[in-house]
């Protein structure tokens, strides 16, 4: 009885939960506001960064992502070659917290900015799977009180935020592709872009994953045109990457290099999948 009076007013309820994650998303923005009204101090991360764990072996303190990401994010904007600091996680992402540093004076406003968007992409990504705004609106709800959301919006900057809005992007284009009677260039075209934007942004290999998962999805259901045109165009997923690496590329890196440095980033994280009681 109940289910059958929430879809006799559908409209109504999906209104009341999209309201009630709009609340809920400025509530705890509300509650993080002293974050993001904070100056942003390049010197004082320059000096965190230079005696920490990234630099010494026997660091003076150990510091989180979020002071490394803010302070690598600074060093790009203003021009630093992006492999020389926090080489190891590509640069997309940190141009947008360095824009943040800017624009703002505060290297934390990505985080409602991209949290915000990542709301939005997960309910369209749904609507286009479930074909339900009742049931997508739901569960969109139930994403915007989940404790990690939260957290990624209050141990900010960092890069989670932002490439889960691309990867959810790229889901979205792709299962357009997907769903289309006839293969379709245009969703797939910005599938691929949207997801070099999500390899550009954090590790390469989340990107790499998706797109096997993509080619997987295509062949059991043997949609065969849509597999060949799917790989014939998968080398457009390189093109935002090496967009991201423009600054590297005018100091002198070549192509070489380039994929020199993502094969540096695979050893430098598959080291880091060793056990570190530590850590």
């Not at 203003?78 to 505060?106: R, V």
């Not at 990505?110 to 049931?135: E, H, Q, R, Y």
């Not at 390469?204 to 994953?209: A, K, N, Q």
Request: hydrophobic fraction near 50%; aromatic fraction near 16%; proline fraction near 4%.
């Amino acid at each position: 009885i109940m289910w059958k009076l929430i879809k006799n007013h559908s409209v109504l309820v999906t209104c009341l939960l999209l309201i009630l994650t709009f609340l809920n998303f400025c509530f705890t923005t509300y509650k993080f506001r002293g974050l993001y009204t904070e100056d942003f101090n390049p010197e004082n991360h320059k000096k965190l960064y230079g005696g920490s764990q990234y630099v010494n072996k026997v660091p003076k303190a150990e510091i989180g992502d979020e002071i490394v990401y803010a302070y690598a994010a600074w060093e790009n904007i203003n021009g630093k070659n992006p492999i020389l600091i926090n080489g190891e996680q590509p640069p997309l992402g940190k141009y947008f917290i360095g824009l943040s540093e800017l624009w703002f004076d505060n290297s934390r406003i990505t985080a409602p900015v991209f949290s915000a968007l990542c709301l939005i992409a997960l309910f369209w990504l749904l609507k286009l799977i479930l074909d339900s705004s009742l049931i997508s609106s739901a569960l969109v709800t139930l994403f915007s009180f989940e404790k990690v959301f939260i957290a990624q919006m209050r141990y900010a900057p960092n890069l989670d935020n932002i490439q889960l809005f691309f990867v959810l992007l790229s889901f979205c284009f792709f299962v357009k592709f997907y769903k289309s009677k006839s293969p379709a260039l245009m969703p797939l075209v910005a599938s691929l872009l949207s997801l070099g934007l999500v390899a550009a942004t954090k590790f390469w290999i989340t990107g790499f994953i998706i797109f096997i998962v993509w080619v997987l999805s295509l062949l059991l259901s043997k949609q065969n045109k849509k597999l060949l045109l799917l790989l014939a165009a998968s080398l457009l997923t390189l093109v935002p990457m090496l967009i991201s690496y423009t600054s590297a590329f005018l100091q002198g890196m070549s192509l070489r290099g380039f994929f020199g440095h993502q094969k540096f980033m695979y050893a430098w994280h598959s080291a880091k999948l060793e056990f570190n009681p530590i850590a």
